[in-house]
């Protein structure tokens, strides 16, 4: 096991009124100090590493800036047809505009903060520098009427998303959230393409989203009873006959695991939320975690089918549920395809097996806590602060369930791959940024990270147990900024 003891290179130093944002939320006990649980803030030259991250984000050449405005706010929506719902969301809608651009492009994005509280925008599965990650450790959080710019190259082509990294369990559930797409030079030719991002949302009698109902949810995490698609409740899909389409699919709910079906038929997938996959692997369910996506190729279908977009039951800790249907899918009139999937996809070299000595455990775990209930934690803590990882080390963690339900694994900023699951290594190859660790199981992933040294995390994609503490806060340093370990 290397472990660097980084303690006299520390580049970063909490700010002493750091705590604040998880006072609000009822975390008392985060000391000051640099060991023990992590404090919420950013580091004090907070503005210098924004100003050099602004600065370094230039398009590769032939491409562009591409710029958009955000701007988050409430407004009435109807989720379900016919019945407004006050909603918070970016630009008037639910979700917020698809963001799309080209790998080599630079998004910068101009927020406008019209909430009554702060918030920031997250670039779920983004290679950006820790100065954009839109984290409450990464920037001070966006006050009422403020506004914020970020600004990255966009390194990867795939399907991420955009959300707030403040207060999610309540911002994400009142619809602030989008998807991201970036797209690559080499893409499948496909006939239509389409943004399938799922929740779950619970109205109340008036139609409002219902208050957060107490302890149960906060163990379990909250699953609505409205599952949406795109903002909706229950819509229909129409495809011609005979066409083959692209959907890049979110799961955007708090906790809802999706196990995706067509109605049993077989379906292609493309790729993870890392990008494209080495080939098409043909399946006829997909399991999303909150916070994952995947691509797939769906089709050709025959004139007058009519299939369910739904969920099969899975068990992730608290029992079977039905089938739950997001959508249907109506095939039509039949219609020429110019649709052309590769064999091969791309290639994603292996950086490491099975049989790499692990040089970090992450273990999720839970104890009861005398007036919260319950806390989750990573390593024994609430908020856990990890050791830090130098840029350019290979890193292989084996994350560690040992709770009775399931926990999406979530680690900003950089992609990893599933090198083993307990004892068995994954049928196919792929980039991730979120992994399903289920409860008792090991997951062994791999990672290197590149030169985007700062402040970074790794959390249960679970929005409650994320809030609840099952997060860990480390740092990437530059390799010469390293302590020789002595071990
Ligand atoms: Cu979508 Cu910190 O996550
Ligand atoms: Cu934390
Ligand atoms: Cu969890």
């Known amino acids: 096991m290397s472990t660097h003891p980084a303690a006299h290179h520390e580049p970063y130093h909490e700010p002493p009124h750091a705590a604040h944002l998880h006072d609000a939320a009822g975390h008392h006990d985060h ?18 590493r924004y100003a050099r991250a602004y600065a370094d984000a230039q398009p590769a050449p032939g491409h562009a800036v591409v710029r958009v405005d ?46 009554s509280e702060p918030t920031t925008v997250h670039w779920h599965g983004l290679r950006v520098p820790a100065a954009m990650d839109g984290t409450d450790m990464a920037q001070h959080p966006i006050p009422p009427d403020g506004s914020f710019t970020y600004r990255f190259l966009l390194p990867d082509a795939g399907t991420f998303w955009y959300h707030p990294h403040s207060n999610e369990t309540i911002q994400l559930e009142h619809g602030l959230y989008g998807a991201l797409i970036v797209r690559g030079d080499d893409e499948p030719l496909v006939d239509g393409e389409r943004v399938l991002i799922l929740d779950d949302v619970t109205l109340n009698a008036d139609g409002q989203i219902a208050a957060p109902a107490g302890w149960r949810e906060r163990i379990e995490g909250r699953e609505g009873d409205t599952l949406l698609v795109n903002g909706r409740s229950g819509p229909e899909i129409m495809l011609p006959a005979g066409h083959v389409e692209r959907w890049r699919v979110v799961n955007a709910s ?24 080495e080939a098409p692997v043909s399946v006829t369910e997909v399991l999303l975690t909150p916070g994952d996506r995947v691509d797939v190729a769906v089709g050709p279908f025959a004139e007058g089918d009519v ?92 994350v560690v369930n040992e709770t009775t339900l399931d926990h999406p694994f979530h680690l900003h900023g950089f992609f990893f791959q599933v090198i083993e699951r307990d004892d068995r290594s994954p049928a196919f190859r792929s980039w991730q940024d979120t992994v399903n660790v289920p409860a008792g199981a090991r997951v062994r992933i791999a990672w290197i990270p590149d030169d985007r040294p700062g402040e970074w995390m790794y959390h249960c994609h679970i929005l409650e147990h994320h809030e609840a503490g099952m997060m860990a806060h480390f740092v990437v340093v530059p390799a010469h900024e390293m302590v020789s370990s002595g071990a």
Request: proline letters at 8%.
């Open 31 to 48: 000391p000051h100090a640099s060991h023990g649980p992590a404090m919420h803030g950013p580091p004090a030259d907070v503005l210098a």
């Open 70 to 115: 955000l701007e988050a706010h409430e407004f009435d929506w109807e989720f379900v047809a016919g019945r407004a719902t006050r909603a918070w969301g970016y630009n008037a809608q639910v979700p917020g505009p698809v963001i799309e651009a080209r790998v080599g492009d630079v998004l910068e994005i101009h927020l406008v903060n019209s909430l």
């Open 254 to 277: 708090s906790a809802r695991y999706v196990r995706l079906s067509l109605d049993g038929r077989t379906f292609r997938m493309l790729g993870t939320g890392g990008g494209l996959v």
């Open 307 to 398: 299939l369910p977009v739904e969920s099969l039951p899975y068990d992730r800790g608290l029992g079977l549920k039905p089938t739950e249907p997001f959508a249907t899918l109506r095939v039509g009139v039949e219609a020429p395809s110019r649709a052309h999937v590769h064999e091969r996809l791309r290639d994603i070299p292996a950086i490491a097996d099975g049989s790499v000595r692990p040089t970090r455990v992450v273990r999720f775990g839970e104890r009861t806590h005398t007036e919260r209930g319950l806390d989750f934690l990573i390593n024994d803590e609430v908020h856990h602060r990890a050791e830090p990882v130098t840029v350019g080390s290979l890193q292989v963690w084996d």
